[in-house]
Each structure stands twice: as C-alpha cells, then as structure tokens.
C-alpha cells in the first residue's frame, strides 16, 4: 500500500507544475492546460484523502470537479477559439477585449 505521503508529493509537485504554468506562459492554451493540471492535482488529493479516510465523500466532490471542469473546458476553448478569430492570436499579452 501506497502511503499518503507519497500521493500528497505528486499532488504537490504537479500543482507547482500548473502555478508555474500559469505565472510564466503567455499562450491562453498553455495558461488553460497548466489550470487543468492545478484541478487535476486537487483531485488527486481528493481521492488520496478519501482513500486513507475510507469515505467516499472525497471521490464523490471529485465527480463534481470534473464536471465543472469539463463545463469549464467546453466554455474556455470557445473564448480562445473566438479570440484566435478576432486577433489571429492566443498570446494573452496582446488580448485587451475587455477594455472600452
């Protein structure tokens, strides 16, 4: 058996990997797969803690993460989609749509 010590590094390590993402890429894809990465990690702890907790309260939140995050996906892919359209690029540096 896999201690929960070892689950919480990984789930650690690949969040700083999503951060890391995040804070230094400027590509919008990058910046949502590097979110994707941070959600993913959280649900690792998730599942880790409901497993060494012997609950299933823990996998049943995952379920709802996922959804969220497939909703999310479906929604944030079209916004990059739509903004690739407008300004032929993804970099979030030289998107400003929002402002007036």
Same mark, same amino acid.
């Given at each position: 058996?896999v201690?929960?010590?070892?689950?919480?590094i990984?789930?650690?390590?690949?969040?700083?990997? $999503?951060? !890391? $993402?995040?804070?230094v *890429? *400027?590509?919008?894809?990058?910046?949502?797969?590097?979110? @994707?990465?941070?959600?993913? !990690?959280?649900?690792?702890?998730?599942?880790?803690?409901? *497993?060494?907790?012997?609950?299933?309260? $823990?996998?049943?939140?995952?379920?709802?993460?996922?959804?969220?995050?497939?909703a999310?996906?479906?929604? $944030?892919?079209?916004?990059?989609?739509?903004?690739?359209?407008? *300004? @032929?690029?993804?970099?979030?540096?030289r998107?400003?749509l929002?402002?007036?």
């Amino acid at each position: 058996m896999v201690p929960l010590s070892h689950y919480l590094i990984v789930s650690a390590a690949l969040f700083a990997i $999503g951060v !890391a $993402g995040v804070l230094v *890429r *400027r590509n919008a894809i990058i910046i949502f797969l590097s979110i @994707e990465i941070m959600l993913n !990690a959280v649900n690792l702890t998730f599942v880790a803690f409901s *497993r060494f907790l012997d609950s299933l309260s $823990g996998q049943i939140i995952v379920f709802f993460v996922m959804t969220v995050a497939a909703a999310e996906a479906a929604v $944030g892919l079209a916004i990059i989609v739509s903004i690739y359209r407008n *300004r @032929e690029s993804v970099d979030v540096d030289r998107v400003n749509l929002l402002k007036g």
